[in-house]
C-alpha cells in the first residue's frame, strides 16, 4: 500500500520570505503522479502543482516550485515570496498512473502567513 | 460551468438516521471519489467508481454506501452503522490519474 506522510502539522512564514514543505511517500512502483494541494479555510481543494515520476525536472507553477527526489521518495514544495493569500492547509497526495487507481493524501500542513 | 456540484452544503443527522451526500458532474469524467475529511487528518477515501454500475470500497467505507446508475451522478449514503459520521465530506472526479478535480464540499453534523 501507498503511504503518504507529512511531517509539519503547522508551519509559519513571513510575507515575502520564501518557506519549504517537506513530504514523503512510500511505494514499490515506478509510475505515478505526486501532487500538492492547497485548502483554503473555504475547504476547497485546490491543485497547486503536480509531478510526474518519469519526470526527472522539478516542475514548477510561478511561485511554487517542488524538489521531487524520487530514490529518496521525497516531495517537497518551496513557495517563493509568500503571500498572505498563501495561508492555507497544503496536502501533499500521490495516485499511481493506471486505471483503478486512488489518490492518497498526507495529514497535511497548516502554513501560516505573516506580516 | 462545467464541475463538480455537492449538495446540501450543510446536512444535520440525527441519530439512527440515514442521509444521503448528493454528487453531480457534468465534465463527463468517467472515474468519481467520495472522501471524508476529519480534523488533523488527510482525506480518506471512502469509495470509488471507475465506470457507470461500478465501484470499489475505499479505506473507510463501513457505515457508507452508494450508487453509480449514471455517469454525472455519485450518491453517497450515509448510514445508521456510521457510528462518527460528523466530518466534512468531499466528492472528486477524473478522466486521469493526472488530473482530478473536487465539489466544494458538504458538512455533516450528528445532532
Known amino acids: 500500500a501507498q503511504t503518504v506522510t507529512q511531517s509539519q502539522p503547522e508551519m509559519s512564514v513571513q510575507e515575502a520570505e520564501t518557506v519549504t514543505l517537506s513530504c514523503t511517500y512510500d511505494?514499490?512502483?515506478?509510475?505515478?503522479?505526486l501532487f500538492w494541494y492547497k485548502q483554503p479555510p473555504s475547504r476547497q481543494m485546490i491543485l497547486v502543482i503536480r509531478?510526474?515520476?518519469?519526470?526527472?525536472q522539478n516542475a514548477t507553477e510561478n511561485r511554487f516550485s517542488v524538489n521531487f527526489q524520487k530514490a529518496a521518495k521525497s516531495f517537497s514544495l518551496k513557495i517563493s515570496d509568500s503571500q498572505l493569500g498563501d495561508t492555507a492547509m497544503y496536502f501533499c497526495?500521490?495516485?499511481?498512473?493506471?486505471?483503478?487507481?486512488?489518490?492518497?493524501f498526507g495529514t497535511g500542513t497548516q502554513l501560516k502567513v505573516e506580516l | 460551468d462545467g464541475g463538480i456540484t455537492q449538495s446540501p452544503k450543510y446536512l444535520f443527522r440525527k441519530e439512527g438516521q440515514n442521509v444521503t451526500l448528493s454528487c453531480e458532474q457534468n465534465?463527463?469524467?468517467?472515474?468519481m471519489y467520495w472522501y471524508r475529511q476529519d480534523p488533523g487528518q488527510g482525506l480518506r477515501l471512502i469509495y470509488y467508481?471507475?465506470?457507470?454500475?461500478?465501484?470499489q470500497k475505499g479505506d473507510i467505507a463501513e457505515g457508507y454506501s452508494v450508487s453509480r446508475e449514471k455517469k454525472e451522478s455519485f450518491p453517497l449514503t450515509v448510514t445508521s452503522a456510521q457510528k462518527n459520521p460528523t466530518a466534512f465530506y468531499l466528492c472528486?472526479?477524473?478522466?486521469?490519474?493526472?488530473?482530478?478535480?473536487f465539489g466544494e464540499g458538504s458538512w455533516l453534523t450528528v445532532v
Open positions: 472528486a472526479s477524473s478522466t486521469s490519474p493526472a488530473s482530478i478535480y
Open positions: 511505494t514499490s512502483e515506478n509510475n505515478y503522479y
Open positions: 509531478q510526474e515520476a518519469y519526470k526527472q
Open positions: 497526495a500521490f495516485i499511481l498512473t493506471g486505471g483503478g487507481n486512488k489518490l492518497t
Open positions: 465534465l463527463n469524467h468517467d472515474a
Open positions: 467508481s471507475q465506470i457507470v454500475n461500478d465501484f
